[in-house]
């Protein structure tokens, strides 16, 4: 759930089991959110005045309502984060045109997967977690190999 919070960002409620809640501020907007699949973290796709025209990736504990990491490595900004299944990958899509992996515990990056030609809008991860399916303006949807970064399979418009 989200409120506004002033002309500059919202804030987004995250409920905790009990009906307990906590807050995460982001300035400028939002354009995906994901939870880990334990439900203990939630990535969202950020816009604030530090990362315009670049984007970041913004971790947080959804117990406590704090960040615990600020990713960045996209020359666009992000519009579309995923957990794999496992918990132990995040992925991301850009305007930039490409797809990265993470590691969500200590934020480094592990992979960047080549091939849109538009901003990747989406990305989804299969229940069992080996292929990565993107999105993109550029009309196509894309399969990746999630561990190797190998695109399987493009189907266009």
Not at 11 to 25: A, K, Q
Not at 28 to 45: I, T, Y
Not at 82 to 89: E, R, S, V, W
Not at 133 to 145: E, F, I, M, N, P
Request: glycine share 12%.
């Amino acid at each position: 759930m989200a409120r506004p919070r002033d002309s500059r960002g919202i804030t987004s409620w995250i409920s905790r089991g009990g009906g307990g809640t906590s807050s995460v501020t982001s300035f400028l907007g939002n354009s995906s959110v994901a939870f880990a699949p334990d439900a203990r973290n939630l990535a969202h796709a950020a816009r604030d005045s530090s990362t315009i025209g670049r984007g970041s990736i913004r971790v947080f504990d959804v117990g406590s309502g704090r960040e615990l990491l600020n990713i960045q490595g996209h020359t666009g900004e992000v519009w579309s984060v995923a957990f794999a299944p496992d918990g132990k990958t995040l992925a991301s899509g850009s305007e930039d045109g490409t797809i990265k992996l993470w590691d969500p515990a200590s934020g480094d990056q592990r992979l960047t997967l080549r091939g849109h030609t538009q901003r990747v809008s989406t990305v989804r991860f299969s229940p069992d977690g080996t292929t990565l399916a993107s999105a993109s303006w550029d009309g196509t949807v894309r399969l990746w190999r999630a561990a190797t970064s190998t695109e399987v399979d493009a189907r266009s418009d």
